[in-house]
């Protein structure tokens, strides 16, 4: 008797954990658990695009992103995204971008993701949403989320929006940044919550930067409607500048991916 109650109270607290795993609690409100991408498997192609892209494709970027176990890869649960020094058709890089467009998208909700990258000169690792809007009215029109940024040797990651008023084609984009600091190699949580009337970033549940849609847009709010997640790593381009020539590879790691409504 005594043996079954044990085992009564052990299958009652996994449930209980179980279902904590499932919801998170963040500024006040409850979310569930949607969807979670852990990188148990390759590579679900039903979920994930895998980019093909010339170097310079967008702001004067120096890798070609390939499709290539090389650049793209999940190993040992992660996955990973390999930029190399090498020559590759018209480019002297080549990296990884993959995204969901068209087959997994959200409108509001909690986006967290696992992550870790090098602090390489010259390196951009970024993870960010993007309105599936963009085939039809083009960006920056159709809105763009970014959770998460980082530039080069920096120890601070950036968070910000992009719009039609708001970009940084105009150099006025919304957006602010996080200290890591001895954090900055190490594998942190970056979370963003994003709903009708505002949208919150985080960093290991810590948030550092909200925007009201009140405070900033009228009729002119750009963040309703399906977006789909990009998570890619540009080397070069007009933000970090070229690298090193030192440079050899880089990689930017995702441990793991969830949703939560």
């Not at 093909?52 to 190993?75: F, K």
């Not at 971008?97 to 993701?113: A, D, H, P, S």
């Not at 709010?221 to 007009?238: E, R, T, V």
């Amino acid at each position: 008797m005594k043996n079954k109650s044990i085992t009564l109270i052990i299958l009652v607290l996994l449930t209980a954990n179980c279902q904590m795993n499932h919801k998170k609690i963040i500024n006040g409100k409850t979310y569930k658990l949607t969807w979670q991408e852990d990188f148990e498997t390759l590579l679900n192609k039903d979920i994930w695009n895998l980019e093909e892209r010339d170097a310079g494709w967008v702001n004067n970027e120096l890798q070609a992103y390939t499709s290539r176990s090389e650049n793209l890869q999940v190993d040992n649960n992660y996955l990973i995204i390999s930029s190399i020094k090498e020559e590759y058709k018209n480019a002297n890089y080549t990296s990884g971008r993959l995204n969901t467009q068209n087959k997994l998208n959200w409108e509001y909700g909690y986006f967290e993701i696992k992550a870790k990258f090098d602090l390489e000169e010259g390196t951009w690792p970024a993870i960010w949403l993007l309105s599936e809007k963009i085939s039809s009215v083009g960006w920056p029109k159709c809105g763009e989320i970014d959770i998460m940024e980082h530039v080069n040797n920096e120890k601070k990651i950036y968070g910000s929006l992009h719009s039609e008023r708001y970009n940084h084609m105009l150099g006025n984009n919304l957006g602010n940044s996080f200290l890591l600091d001895e954090l900055a190699s190490e594998f942190n949580i970056y979370g963003l919550e994003w709903t009708k009337d505002f949208i919150i970033w985080y960093v290991n549940d810590k948030p550092f930067y909200t925007v009201n849609k009140k405070d900033f847009f009228g009729n002119d709010w750009p963040y309703d409607g399906k977006y789909f997640l990009i998570i890619n790593q540009a080397i070069g381009g007009d933000w970090p500048g070229s690298p090193l020539e030192t440079f050899d590879s880089s990689k930017f790691l995702i441990d793991w991916i969830k949703v939560y409504k």
